[in-house]
């Protein structure tokens, strides 16, 4: 065959290498190189391609071998030396690569990335002071912002805080406008309790970048250190409000701040803090959420629920929002065609979610629409989870106060039972439980082990003391269930009509005819609900 035939052959196979290489076919690539190489074995580029195939194959051993003779046969390429480069840091020999990425610099007129490339290997590769020298050539052409910052780690690592300190310098007069290089200054002397010098840094920054959020925070937690909690505040606060902040970082950082607060004053520095937020972003669902959840911190439920309201106008995705609103609407207890309203929302968005259902139940109850109210509350029951057993038996617990309510006794017995087999020191139901039974005239002593248990459980709850001592009257035990009844109001001084009444009843019992009526007008006041109260005063008798 003669040398122009052999030339075309081989070029052919060169080129149909690379192509199989493109299509990743790297199999049937090396094959056709090391036919190529049969042909031409001084050729160093099908080593640089063998080597490639080898090294994405894993195979270190042998990539190696192929790089070694194509650097061997043109040791001016730099291609080959960066995939040997390559090779050495797969085998992490850093300190091999980085020599060999300091040859290509030296070589190169454009070479300040492989001066920095072979610093960071020098740096892997614990070898520090070379990892300076590289950085030091890239400085001598030009102040290097990357080069600086790299250094001052070092140094920071090294633990020569003054080489890192004039490391800093140097970048915070290269980039006055940057807050980062100012903070890290100013953390570092706080971290070393040099506390006058990092305030000069901020001093300094302030100058120049005094509304930066970055800024600002880092003079928070100066503060916060140095014992300024007027100051640390101040700044925390403008941090939160600043127009630099997204809005999710503001929220979490104004969540955070709230959680740190005394009682007394998350309702007053949350407040003003959402307000500000709210003003710089008018159209943001979480921003009118957060709004709810501060003004439900404060227990202004009906201005949340209109926070949480505008909030699903803008985005009504979001089901915690939803749950909020009805959650709100359920504790109000006066607004039932509300919260019907709001869940049936819910519900065409959210069909699969029991909470829903089960706050729609809520409302049917309140509504007094029984059987409406029974079906919501067991289809919750039937999609919640039954390993949230809490959750569950909350459910099952306010099923046994509907059914009750319905005079279904033997449904509201079995459905509470079942509550407290899942949670039975769930002091609500023991009492409900309890009360129903003591209503009714039986199983007295049950009742009386089950508000005895709501008590050990809350002690001092006004209205446990009070079904404690309903339950004692029950039992004929007059004195004691006084004694119970008594505590049930010097613990409320809001104790509505049914206690006074309780009491009332109590003193008819123990004779005292003229307590009796007192209470009992004390318990018309109250707004009680017992159909007899009038004809119990006027009688001056004991209707039950």
Do not use: C
Not at 332 to 349: E, G, M, W
């Amino acid at each position: 065959m003669s040398y122009h035939a052999d030339t075309h052959m081989a070029d052919n196979l060169f080129y149909d290498g690379v192509r199989e290489m493109i299509q990743g076919k790297g199999s049937a690539a090396e094959d056709l190189f090391l036919q190529f190489l049969k042909i031409k074995p001084e050729e160093p580029a099908a080593y640089y391609e063998l080597s490639k195939i080898n090294f994405d194959l894993n195979k270190s051993e042998k990539s190696e071998e192929y790089i070694k003779k194509a650097i061997e046969l043109d040791s001016n390429n730099k291609w080959y030396m960066e995939q040997y480069a390559a090779i050495l840091v797969a085998k992490n020999n850093f300190s091999a690569a980085a020599a060999l990425l300091e040859l290509i610099a030296n070589k190169e007129t454009h070479n300040k990335d492989y001066f920095f490339n072979a610093a960071l290997l020098y740096q892997r590769a614990g070898k520090n002071a070379e990892a300076l020298k590289d950085l030091n050539k890239i400085l001598a052409y030009s102040a290097d912002e990357d080069a600086l910052v790299r250094k001052q780690q070092i140094f920071a690592k090294m633990n020569k805080s003054d080489s890192s300190a004039a490391m800093m310098e140097q970048l915070i007069k290269l980039e006055p406008q940057d807050a980062r290089y100012y903070t890290l200054l100013a953390e570092m002397y706080d971290n070393n309790d040099q506390h006058a010098k990092a305030m000069q840094v901020y001093e300094k920054a302030l100058q120049h970048i005094p509304d930066d959020a970055g800024l600002q925070l880092s003079l928070a937690e100066h503060y916060r250190k140095t014992g300024d909690s007027v100051q640390f505040i101040n700044y925390f606060k403008k941090t939160i409000t600043n127009r630099q902040m997204d809005v999710q970082t503001q929220l979490d950082m104004l969540y955070s701040y709230i959680r740190t607060l005394p009682a007394a004053e998350k309702d007053t520095q949350g407040m003003q803090m959402i307000l500000q937020i709210v003003e710089q972003h008018p159209a943001d669902a979480k921003v009118y959420e957060a709004y709810g959840d501060i003004l439900v911190l404060n227990k202004q439920i009906s201005k949340a629920i209109e926070q949480y309201k505008r909030s699903v106008t803008i985005d009504p995705s979001k089901l915690r929002v939803w749950v909020q609103i009805l959650r709100g609407y359920a504790e109000k207890r006066t607004d039932a065609d509300s919260l019907i309203i709001y869940a049936q929302k819910a519900l065409r968005l959210f069909p699969n979610q029991a909470e829903v259902h089960f706050l729609y139940g809520i409302g049917l109850m309140n509504k007094k629409n029984y059987p409406d109210a029974i079906k919501a509350v067991n289809r919750a029951i039937d999609m919640q989870p039954e390993d949230d057993t809490a959750i569950v038996a909350g459910m099952y617990s306010i099923l046994g106060d509907i059914y009750n309510t319905t005079q279904q006794y033997d449904l509201s017995d079995s459905v509470l039972d079942h509550a407290l087999r899942l949670q039975p020191n769930d002091a609500g139901a023991l009492n409900n439980y309890a009360y129903y039974l003591s209503v009714r005239g039986v199983r007295l002593n049950d009742a009386e082990a089950m508000s005895k248990r709501s008590l050990q459980i809350q002690p001092g709850a006004a209205t446990f003391l009070d079904t404690y001592g309903w339950i004692l009257y029950k039992q004929k035990k007059y004195d004691k269930a006084r004694e119970f009844i008594e505590k049930a109001i010097a613990s409320d001084a809001n104790a509505d009509g049914a206690v006074w009444e309780h009491l009332g009843d109590i003193w008819y019992k123990l004779g005292d005819v003229n307590k009796a009526v007192e209470n009992w007008q004390k318990a018309k006041q109250k707004n009680t609900d017992d159909p007899f109260i009038d004809k119990k005063i006027s009688d001056k008798k004991l209707y039950e």
